[in-house]
């Protein structure tokens, strides 16, 4: 000690559990050392490399000039099933309680600190356009989301709180809408008036697979079971601990981070839930079966150019095909006519969107496609081929497959909320 500080190498451990071992002058960090932050509200803790200016004590807030993550295992990545949270008022009917804020998300995972998030964050700065873990307990739902929506993150993740569940049970957990106590908090702080990020509920089975730092994407399915909004959490470890836009964040390669043909094997199964209670208005009607959106080839046309929109010279001009499908979805019905080249530029705006090739197109012809063999053969295999693209959620809900089915704006919102 130096003037009743500390001087030298030492250690130094906060009201919160972080321990830091380097050097100190006068009570202040300085150079390199080793920090170990706890997370989750247990023994568990993260090792950074970090390094300090001098200028402050820790009492006076100080904060590392740089911080690089150490010790961290390579993970494969995963996929993890969550649920959404619904979004209500304590006192309600069924029509009053939603899931609007359940849109995908990507970005890094972060844990709040302190892990409960009962207070403004510590590492506020650290939160924003991230996707924030938080442990479950200590305070309600809407203060949680309070506090980590006023840190600027990109999403919520709520971390369960009992290891030996296996399944997600009734009712489904909720970000009570309206004034809540919370004296200590600014005035701006103690109501919630809408959830507008996602959040999410996760077993606490999954902790483990959720690396602080690793990229994330969350993602909801087309078909959820009745009263829930299921989804899943695809984590892919190395990406850059950096922030990033909520919706926007990049993984090292460039792109996106999306997992496409994981989402359409994320579908929820009745065995992913335990109903221990029925009744109330959190099941949101379980009574109703969702909605499936489904495709069957119809007849097919023979168009001359006159009734198409292509302009072909008239010694040119030959009868073109169209091909039919009905949709329905419900109790909604329509039915479709496309020709073969409006296929192909479909195929290509999902491959360069999604990077995910559904069933193969049949191969381009340049002759006898008069054929009705060859025309019956088309017919089929794009049947096939659209039947994969809606088996797909993510295809669902995007704009190029919906413009392409010619999907009635009823049906989108309807699709969007899960079909029930």
């Not at 619904?86 to 849109?103: I, Q």
């Not at 600190?113 to 938080?134: Q, T, Y």
């Not at 369960?160 to 702080?189: I, N, S």
Request: neutral net charge; contains cysteine; proline residues 7%.
């Amino acid at each position: 000690y130096r003037k009743g500080e500390m001087h030298g190498e030492g250690v130094f451990r906060t009201p919160d559990g972080d321990t830091f071992t380097g050097e100190f002058s006068e009570g202040k960090p300085v150079a390199a050392g080793r920090l170990q932050e706890r997370i989750g509200g247990g023994e568990a803790t993260v090792d950074y490399t970090v390094a300090y200016d001098g200028l402050k004590s820790f009492h006076q807030g100080a904060s590392p000039m740089t911080k690089d993550r150490t010790g961290r295992k390579k993970v494969e990545d995963r996929l993890m099933r969550v649920a959404g949270m619904l979004s209500g008022p304590r006192e309600g009917n069924v029509k009053d309680f939603n899931y609007d804020h359940c849109a995908s998300v990507s970005g890094p995972l972060v844990w709040a600190r302190p892990p409960f998030a009962d207070c403004p964050l510590f590492n506020e700065k650290e939160c924003r356009g991230k996707i924030v873990l938080v442990a479950r307990g200590a305070v309600e739902f809407c203060r949680k989301y309070t506090i980590v929506k006023e840190a600027g993150a990109a999403g919520m993740i709520v971390v369960g709180d009992d290891a030996t569940k296996e399944k997600y049970e009734a009712p489904c957990p909720c970000v009570h809408l309206g004034p809540f106590a919370a004296p200590d908090l600014p005035a701006r702080m103690r109501e919630v008036t809408g959830v507008e990020i996602p959040s999410v509920y996760c077993l606490k089975r999954f902790e483990t697979n959720l690396h602080e730092g690793a990229m994330a994407f969350i993602h909801f399915d087309a078909v959820s079971p009745p009263g829930w909004k299921g989804g899943a959490i695809f984590v892919q470890d190395g990406g850059a601990p950096g922030g990033g836009d909520a919706g926007r964040t990049k993984t090292n390669g460039g792109k996106p981070l999306r997992n496409s043909e994981g989402e359409a094997l994320a579908q929820w199964e009745d065995s992913d839930l335990v109903f221990e209670r029925e009744g109330g208005a959190q099941l949101l009607n379980k009574a109703a079966p969702p909605k499936v959106l489904m495709c069957q080839a119809t007849a097919v046309e023979n168009r001359t150019p006159r009734e198409c929109s292509v302009k072909i010279p008239l010694l040119f001009r030959q009868e073109v095909t169209h091909y039919g499908f009905k949709f329905s979805f419900g109790e909604a019905n329509w039915v479709i006519m496309k020709r073969f080249s409006a296929f192909d530029r479909l195929d290509n705006q999902l491959n360069a969107t999604f990077g995910l090739p559904p069933a193969g197109l049949p191969p381009k012809k340049l002759f006898g496609l008069d054929n009705p063999e060859v025309i019956q053969s088309r017919h089929s295999v794009l049947s096939v081929y659209l039947k994969d693209c809606i088996s797909r959620p993510v295809l669902v809900l995007s704009p190029e497959l919906q413009e392409f089915i010619e999907m009635p704006t009823e049906v989108r919102a309807r699709v969007k909320t899960g079909g029930v």
